[in-house]
């Protein structure tokens, strides 16, 4: 049970694990505070937040377990923003889809009470965004990812898998530069196709006839390309590295295709197909 | 109302057109050919045809209307079997993914026979194969694009587009050349994308992680990785000139797009971003 929680951040991510510790009873009270006044007003009409709070470290303050759940741009500034009111007992843990920079930001903005910052990770979402699409099943079997360095508390991590246990997410941990590496290629890497496929196309002369004579798999493709782009930007920023190894590769890739689809050289096209489907369909036995 | 159909490969396409018309009595005896034994047993098992004929050119013997549903490498041998057996009255369609290539098979194989050809692509499937996956709702709603040439008749037009009307379809026509530019980008190169990342990701050597870590966005682009090679291979080997413009294209954004992650360009990022959102989010209204 935590008796006071913190979210900053109140939209898609941090709306649905209020909703989902307070449908399970596992939360007295949780706090709010972000930068739309709009989606903040709304979070506590719809009951996902008992009050909104003035700025992060307002909501902070006597909170038991602060939950930064902003785009990764916004982290360092309220990292630091937060570190005066930061006693002891009490917990901060983010959701950001980056955990290297996050883990650097924190450390700075930190100081002393850096070990009891745990970096986060759920790998849930959708292509909506704000608390209006927030759904107290979000992480219901989805998995949290936890990147604790050497020096954070072991109290610490134990509080926020019991947090995200009781959000209904199945908890892992890994160290930050893994989970980065691992992030860049299972979602990063998609989100950046999408995106790149839907503003090809749209800048096409006859995009509308694309449009029009496209079904279900150009839908199921580019349906993240309407995720958040200030988000996006930031998670390419921070995860540039490991991001950009496995675009290039990509990006060769497909040139080698290419070239096979040019040469019309059938056997290759064939021998590439079939080991994608095999993996496709193994991959698939876990859904 | 089609006294006899004769459906050349019965599998996902063919099978759920005969599902399709015979639910709604608009065919009196559906005749079935197929290479795969196994599958044509179990279409006439299922009741998706009357009966199995051993050879295209039996199945169409008698029919008023012959579908041809294969992949698209083995059009021109139905079509040079079928030749013989056409009779004045009777009309042949296709649901091929690529018309230009069709279209020059057809009018080599048929002679004079090749007006009552009519070349036609149903815009549905799944990436499932096979009868077994057929259903009689799969047109429901879904476009169907015919492209008759100069010379086609409009009688056989005619009669094609009410049947795929009967089987719930929106007909629409477009000259072959029109229809193969455009479904390279809506159809073929999303499905290399797909295939390619797929590839990619299995390649890597902690794939286990990368799918055990990755979510909805994922799992949603690579469904159609699971289609059949060998119907993609075709598709790509007949419409290589189109599909080659856009890929190259594609590969050539994705060069970009790399190139302003690696330099940290957050701005071209944003705005790259920001319209394929905007695109994504208007072209959504369609669903």
Same sequence: chains 1, 2.
């Avoid at 909703?19 to 007295?28: E, K, N, Y």
Wanted: contains cysteine; glycine residues 10%; hydrophobic residues 50%.
């Amino acid at each position: 049970m935590i008796n006071r929680l913190a979210i900053i951040g109140v939209g898609l991510i941090g709306g649905s694990l209020a909703r989902a510790l307070r449908a399970g009873g596992h939360v007295r009270e949780i706090v709010g505070h972000g930068r739309g006044l709009g989606n903040l007003q709304a979070a506590v009409e719809l009951g996902v937040i008992d009050r909104a709070a003035t700025s992060p470290a307002d909501a902070a303050r006597g909170a038991e377990m602060v939950v930064l759940a902003v785009p990764l741009g916004g982290a360092a500034e309220i990292l630091a923003a937060l570190a005066p009111v930061l006693e002891a007992g009490m917990v901060v843990t983010d959701v950001g889809s980056v955990k290297g920079a996050v883990v650097a930001a924190a450390r700075a903005a930190l100081g002393a009470r850096f070990p009891s910052f745990v970096p986060g990770h759920p790998i849930a979402g959708s292509e909506q965004s704000g608390v209006g699409a927030s759904t107290p099943d979000l992480f219901s079997r989805k998995r949290v990812i936890l990147t604790p360095e050497p020096e954070t508390e072991a109290a610490a991590v134990a509080r926020v898998r019991a947090m995200w246990v009781a959000a209904g997410a199945e908890v892992l941990t890994m160290p930050a530069a893994e989970h980065d590496r691992i992030l860049a290629a299972s979602s990063h890497l998609p989100q950046l196709i999408a995106y790149a496929l839907m503003d090809m196309l749209v800048r096409m002369d006859d995009h509308r006839a694309v449009f029009d004579c496209s079904g279900d798999g150009l839908r199921d493709m580019t349906r993240i390309a309407a995720s958040d782009p200030v988000m996006w930007r930031d998670i390419c920023l921070a995860n540039r590295d490991a991001l950009l190894a496995v675009l290039r590769q990509y990006h060769s890739d497909l040139g080698e295709l290419a070239d096979a689809v040019e040469k019309g050289d059938g056997e290759w096209l064939l021998d590439t197909f079939t080991r994608a489907k095999r993996a496709r369909d193994s991959f698939n036995k876990k859904f």
